[in-house]
């Protein structure tokens, strides 16, 4: 079964801290998302990646930056967490956006707390 | 960019009727129209998604419509189970761009 696996389904981090949360896709997907969720605001993208070492900034980029070294594996880093920060933070991939739009594949999020 | 607005942002039906929720979408070149399925704990999951050259698309009891003309699409899920229970985002996208969502539509199915 092809998945996208994000490493905590939860976390708590102190203010100020550097957060890295990971996702890997095993479906050789090109694409990769990240996206926060919050109650009544939708999907936000934050940053995405259309290849190895490729980023590029979505719609709240403010605050995180990401790293892709390989195709699989897409991380998000929050340089220093803030409260605001606190969210459902969603991965997603998809396969080559060239000539045709695919569905994205989701991971089952991590829900971050920062205090 | 792409907007996409959807409504209504909550919608309860009685277990057996119908449910729709709609959007409108900004981009005239957008031509993938994608439906997910968010349930409690978990990431999006695809239920269906229908393309610009396609007025209609259908799969058991869970249907999308398109209106290129009026920019918008539907999703209409028949003799709704409590199971159908979940946040439903909508999705539009031109050819090779990123997916615009929804904020969303919390459905409740009371038994």
């Known amino acids: 079964d092809v998945k996208v696996t994000q490493s905590s389904r939860y976390l708590v981090k102190r203010t100020g801290e550097k957060v890295f949360l990971e996702c890997v896709q095993d479906?050789?997907?090109?694409?990769m998302f990240w996206y926060r969720q919050d109650p009544g605001l939708g999907l936000r993208l934050i940053y995405f990646s259309y290849d190895v070492k490729m980023k590029e900034k979505g719609d709240i980029p403010e605050g995180y930056s990401v790293s892709r070294e390989k195709k699989e594996r897409f991380s998000l880093i929050l340089e220093s967490a803030s409260t605001n920060q606190t969210s459902m933070y969603l991965c997603?991939?998809?396969?080559?956006?060239?000539?045709?739009?695919?569905?994205?594949?989701f991971g089952s999020g991590t829900r971050l707390t920062v205090v | 960019g792409e907007n996409v607005e959807q409504h209504p942002s909550t919608l309860s039906v009685q277990e057996g009727d119908s449910a729709v929720i709609k959007c409108t979408y900004s981009d005239s070149a957008s031509n993938y129209f994608p439906w997910y399925k968010q349930e409690l704990g978990k990431g999006p999951q695809l239920i269906i998604d229908i393309r610009s050259n396609v007025g209609e698309k259908k799969d058991q009891r869970i249907a999308v419509t398109l209106n290129k003309t009026a920019k918008h699409f539907s999703l209409h899920i028949t003799e709704t189970q409590p199971e159908d229970s979940a946040v439903y985002f909508c999705a539009a996208s031109p050819t090779g761009g990123k997916l615009q969502f929804g904020a969303g539509t919390q459905v409740v199915v009371t038994p």
């Open positions: 479906m050789d997907h090109e694409n």
């Open positions: 997603a991939s998809s396969r080559d956006r060239a000539l045709f739009n695919y569905g994205y594949t």
